[in-house]
């Protein structure tokens, strides 16, 4: 079976909602492989998961920043986890709250056992910014290999696009655990949606 056929079937079968957890102790244990969606706040998580997944409302979409509090997993066919954190950055909450959020993120990103790759959403209209660097060392440090993937591509026009990407593969350069692609996609246009498809396939069960 080649890549593309085995994206296929994955994302063509069952899609349940495990759980979501706010906690690292209410995580269920799990023997599937696990992908990480990590991003800044409003990044665009959730939209990215619902075009993965061929769904709308499977994973919460909002406008408003720091809605996503808890980890949610969802499984796929019984062949992979998927695992949508809550955003860092600039999410209008208590410094409390915030501070919170990402020591459940850091947590589970030194953790979990079968975490087996994390997608680094960013921002194409945005790019590399403090917050992302920040989580970059963390991964670095966890030595947690890491998937740059570059959300709402369609913002931006050629040739900036391509600016952006070769901006961002310099950053990764000077990261350990980075991959070495960028990765753009859109969940308006579906752009990248069939090749982030296929990555995570080759990390399932079967």
């Not at 909002?62 to 955003?87: C, E, H, K, W, Y």
């Not at 026009?157 to 350990?176: C, D, F, I, Q």
Request: overall charge positive; charged content about 25%.
């Amino acid at each position: 079976m080649n890549g593309e056929e085995q994206a296929r079937r994955l994302f063509s079968g069952d899609c349940e909602f495990i759980a979501g957890a706010a906690s690292l102790e209410a995580l269920p244990d799990s023997p599937l492989p696990e992908i990480a969606f990590v991003g800044r706040s409003n990044v665009g998580k959730s939209s990215l998961i619902n075009a993965l997944l061929n769904r709308k409302t499977l994973a919460r979409v909002s406008r408003t920043p720091g809605r996503t509090r808890q980890i949610n997993l969802f499984r796929l066919r019984d062949a992979l986890m998927l695992a949508d954190l809550p955003g860092y950055g600039f999410a209008r909450v208590s410094k409390a709250e915030a501070a919170r959020w990402n020591e459940l993120i850091t947590g589970y990103l030194r953790t979990r056992r079968n975490l087996r790759r994390v997608m680094l959403l960013i921002d194409a209209r945005r790019g590399v910014m403090e917050s992302d660097e920040q989580v970059m060392a963390l991964l670095d440090e966890a030595a947690m290999a890491y998937q740059a993937v570059l959300t709402k591509s369609d913002a931006l026009k050629p040739p900036a696009g391509e600016h952006l990407r070769a901006a961002v593969a310099e950053t990764l350069g000077a990261h350990p655990a980075a991959l070495p692609d960028v990765l753009a996609t859109s969940a308006e246009t579906g752009a990248g949606i069939p090749i982030l498809r296929q990555m995570l396939a080759q990390l399932s069960v079967g």
